[in-house]
């Protein structure tokens, strides 16, 4: 198996690096023992010890990555630049970089650690801490085939993953990365909707959100094109249809597309704001 001769640093057990480290565990990918993790909070990282018998943690950001093989960079960005200094002589040429943070490239991080080393970089998005992510990864120059199926099967344990060149990297934001926002906007409006309509708020909530959930679930399962699932639910003269029109009159689909495209851009501008 390829993460069994492992071992995995998580810098920056926050909210990412701790799904990481969760899902890794339970999805019985690697031994607790093949993982470590770093954060500044000794009470989190108890915390942390405790949910997680096995995996060594520590403050100390250079000892946790000595003999790693592969070192998960899951700290916020503006941290990445005073951790790299840290850990940039105890690292091996040959240790795999792994970075979840977000606006920053493969070649800008091997030019902070100033070291050809492999750099996988991914996208993921949070409802990887419910094991239900959505992460795209793209290799760097230093990176083969080898380092970024290590890199899928570790985000496999925490939802399904995309390989795709670096430079869609800023469109995978744009769409899955900040996508739940927008989900989540939808199930809040669709919950206020079905409270105009008499429901109470909590029936609504639960029918929103499970509405949802399994209408993705089917898409997912079944395969088949949204459009055909949405016909199969629009009766002639019947009630979806005359929702269906009234969200296109609204221009539900060029609304989407100009929110993907805005923050897209906006992606964009923070890589280059670097
Ligand atoms: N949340 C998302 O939707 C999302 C999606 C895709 C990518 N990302 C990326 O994922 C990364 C982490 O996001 P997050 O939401 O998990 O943030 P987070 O919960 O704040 O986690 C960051 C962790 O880094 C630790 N940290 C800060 N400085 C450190 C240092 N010098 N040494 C060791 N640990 C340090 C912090 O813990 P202490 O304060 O205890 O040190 C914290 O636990 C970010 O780079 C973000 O761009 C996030």
Redesign the pocket.
């Known amino acids: 198996m390829v993460l069994s001769q492992q071992t995995i640093t998580v810098?920056?057990?926050?909210?990412?690096?701790r799904a990481l480290i969760g899902g890794l565990i339970r999805g019985e990918y690697v031994m607790p023992e093949q993982l470590r993790a770093?954060?500044?909070?000794p009470a989190?990282l108890q915390q942390l010890q405790d949910d997680f018998p096995g995996v060594r943690t520590g403050t100390d950001?250079a000892e946790a990555v000595d003999g790693a093989s592969v070192v998960v960079l899951?700290?916020?960005?503006q941290?990445a630049r005073?951790?790299i200094h840290e850990i940039r002589d105890a690292v091996n040429d040959e240790t795999l970089i792994v970075s979840?943070?977000?606006g920053v490239t493969t070649a800008g991080l091997v030019d902070a650690f100033g070291r050809e080393l492999p750099v996988v970089r991914t996208?993921?998005?949070?409802p990887m801490l419910v094991d239900e992510g959505a992460t795209a990864i793209a290799g760097g120059v230093h990176t083969d085939e080898g380092h970024l199926a290590i890199v899928q099967r570790m985000f496999e344990a925490v939802g399904t993953v995309e390989e795709v060149p670096e430079y869609l990297m800023d469109a995978v934001t744009g769409l899955s990365?900040s996508g739940p926002a927008y989900v989540y906007m939808f199930i809040e409006a669709l919950t206020d909707a079905g409270v105009k309509q008499g429901l109470p708020r909590p029936t609504a909530f639960r029918l929103a959100a499970q509405t949802v959930y399994g209408a993705a679930k089917l898409v997912l399962d079944t395969g088949k094109h949204p459009a055909i699932l949405r016909d199969e639910v629009t009766t002639p003269g019947g009630t979806a249809i005359s929702a269906v029109a009234e969200l296109e009159s609204h221009g539900l689909r060029t609304m989407l597309i100009n929110a993907v495209a805005t923050a897209t851009q906006r992606s964009h501008e923070l890589a280059n704001d670097e």
């Open positions: 810098i920056g057990a926050g909210n990412i690096g770093t954060r500044r909070n989190m950001n899951a700290i916020k960005p941290n005073q951790v979840v943070l977000a996208m993921p998005n949070t990365g």
